[in-house]
Structure formats: structure tokens, C-alpha cells
């Protein structure tokens, strides 16, 4: 892990970091690569891309904006978002949305949470995946064919 050092808050780095990639590595939606295959580097996938990583290297969050999507979804996907460490999960993910907006301004943004691979938070007697985004404000907004949650947030004023 290479903190910054410096600073406080989220920090840009470019899709590869080494400390980026390894955080990525311990989140649930990490698949390694095929035996034989060259290993890939890069963590995100195609589109434009705005990797975030807490000075303190102890959490990360991944924006990627895709011109076409095979599944249908418009916007901005927070395609991962881990904290192990430092600030509270809740105002970090606030915080990353409102860099995510600056780049990509009036925009959607919408997130993939897996029920099955996520231990639910319990909230008035009922369970909840990706309870972090709800505090945040985000809402259900259906499921994939795979079962998946789709969860988003709409622009301030939308």
C-alpha cells in the first residue's frame, strides 16, 4: 500500500495504481484472470474512466461512463466502492458523487450491488444490500436478469 502521505480526501490516480489495484483485489467483485492469460493491470473497464483513492489509501471508488451499454443503463456506473479504512463510508461515497458530478455534470449515477455476495445491513426488521448508498440517498431502481440490485442517483434538481 502506498498512501499519499499528503493531504486528506479523495485523490485522482490513473486506472493501474498499485495500491488502487490491490484494494480492488479484496472487493467482491474482483474475478482473476484465466490461468495463461496476460495479467491486466487496469481495474476498470472501457468508457471514460475517474479513479478515486483516499489519501490514506484506505478506500477506493471507481466512475466509469460507457457511450453504449448492452444492459440498457444511462449514466455514470460506480462500477466499485470499498472503504477498509479512515472517514466513514457514508460522507466518502457523499463526497465521491459530488467529484463524479463535476466531471460528468446533470448525469445519472447508478450502481450494481450483489445480494448474494453481500452481507446485508438489517434496518427495520428488514434486510438491506449496499446500505452505505441508501444512506447516501440512492434508491432501488429494479434488478438485472442475473438478480443483481440496480441502485441510482439522480442529479441534484432532476
Known amino acids: 500500500m502506498q498512501p499519499f502521505l499528503i493531504g486528506e480526501g479523495w485523490v485522482e490516480v490513473l486506472d493501474g495504481n498499485d495500491t488502487a489495484r490491490d484494494i480492488f483485489k479484496r472487493h467482491y467483485s474482483y474475478r482473476p484472470r484465466a490461468a495463461g492469460r496476460r495479467i491486466n493491470e487496469l481495474i476498470i473497464g472501457p468508457g471514460e474512466k475517474y479513479l478515486l483513492l483516499t489519501a490514506d489509501g484506505g478506500a477506493l471508488c471507481a466512475w466509469r461512463k460507457e457511450k453504449h ?57 428488514r434486510p438491506t444490500w449496499g446500505h452505505t448508498f441508501y444512506q447516501a440517498g440512492w434508491t432501488f431502481a429494479g434488478l438485472t436478469q442475473k438478480r443483481l440490485h440496480i441502485l441510482e442517483h439522480q442529479p441534484v434538481g432532476a
Open 69 to 125: 451499454r448492452r444492459d440498457g443503463q444511462v449514466g455514470v456506473e460506480c462500477c466499485v466502492y470499498r472503504r477498509e479504512s479512515g472517514e466513514e463510508a457514508t460522507p466518502l461515497l457523499t463526497e465521491a458523487m459530488a467529484l463524479a458530478w463535476l466531471r460528468w455534470p446533470g448525469e445519472r449515477l447508478f450502481s450494481f450491488v450483489d445480494p448474494l455476495k453481500v452481507q446485508p445491513t438489517w434496518r427495520a426488521s
